[in-house]
């Protein structure tokens, strides 16, 4: 049996690891940076907002928010090296000043309430083990008027095909994900209203093929440095091929959605 904190420290390993950077070059979530922008541009931020975006990886989506949105980006992950990795890389843009990056888990957040106008999570809530937990989270830090924006893999948890159930799958953001009405339910819970629910399962089928692809590539220009990770890349063909599947008959896909914390709960 694994604990929710073996879950945790797996994932943090796992996408703080150079093998997936390999693998994923800048594409760290389906629909990437144009859906970061739809999602960012629902939440209505101004540059005097400061702005949490939970389980932020590399930090790509906190610097976009400092350099494209002005705004005051705050990024916690739960990868002590995603947290250095992104403080270099901020450093290096003249970003310093507009970003902090904390480490952190999304299921206690180490923030005070109600101090960000907006939090953000892509791609991570999905892999929380206590997602109602997280949700309140990003509830308790918002400040009344302040917005959540999360996109996430969805998936009808009985449908899912053996490939894509465990610990691997789990890491991969499928294992655990729910579907939409699930997902928008959990803000609901913590008390913010509803304000956008989207489909997107495309992105999903454009993350695959991505990810495909390069996987064959990497096979034909860098098969050392693949072996060199020490994973065993023999595994993922099959999940990504019934991931491919699992995405055309209406099992897994991608969602956005938005709330609001009410000025009088
Ligand atoms: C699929 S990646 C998504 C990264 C980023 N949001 C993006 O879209 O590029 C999942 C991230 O969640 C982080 N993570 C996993 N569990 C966490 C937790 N309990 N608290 C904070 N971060 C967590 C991992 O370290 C990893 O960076």
């Given at each position: 049996m694994t604990s929710g904190d073996d879950v945790k420290a797996c994932c943090a390993a796992t996408y703080s690891s150079d093998a997936v950077a390999l693998l994923l070059c800048d594409y760290h979530h389906p629909g990437g940076t144009a859906l970061t922008r739809r999602l960012a541009d629902g939440l209505g931020l101004t540059p005097d907002h400061r702005v949490l975006d939970v389980a932020s990886g590399r930090g790509t989506t906190v610097l976009l928010l400092a350099d494209g949105y002005g705004c005051h980006g705050d990024g916690v992950d739960y990868a002590p090296a995603n947290t250095a990795l992104v403080r270099d890389a901020a450093a290096r843009l003249g970003l310093t000043e507009r970003v902090t990056f904390t480490t952190g888990d999304a299921e206690q957040l180490p923030f005070a309430d109600g101090v960000f106008d907006a939090v953000l999570c892509e791609c991570a809530l999905c892999t929380f083990p206590d997602k109602t937990k997280a949700a309140a989270e990003f509830a308790r830090v918002l400040r009344p008027g302040g917005r959540v924006g999360i996109t996430d893999v969805t998936a009808i948890p009985d449908r899912l095909p053996p490939e894509l159930i465990g610990l691997a799958a789990h890491i991969a953001c499928v294992a655990d994900a729910r579907p939409l009405d699930e997902y928008a339910a959990l803000p609901s819970a913590a008390g913010l209203r509803p304000l956008r629910a989207e489909h997107h399962d495309q992105a999903m089928t454009r993350m695959i093929d991505h990810l495909e692809a390069r996987l064959n590539l990497l096979h034909l220009t860098s098969a050392p440095a693949l072996t060199a990770t020490?994973?065993?890349?023999?595994?993922?063909p099959p999940l990504l091929a019934a991931a491919h599947t699992a995405v055309t008959d209406g099992t897994l896909g991608y969602a956005l959605l938005t709330a609001e914390k009410p000025h009088n709960p």
């Open positions: 020490g994973i065993d890349w023999k595994a993922a």
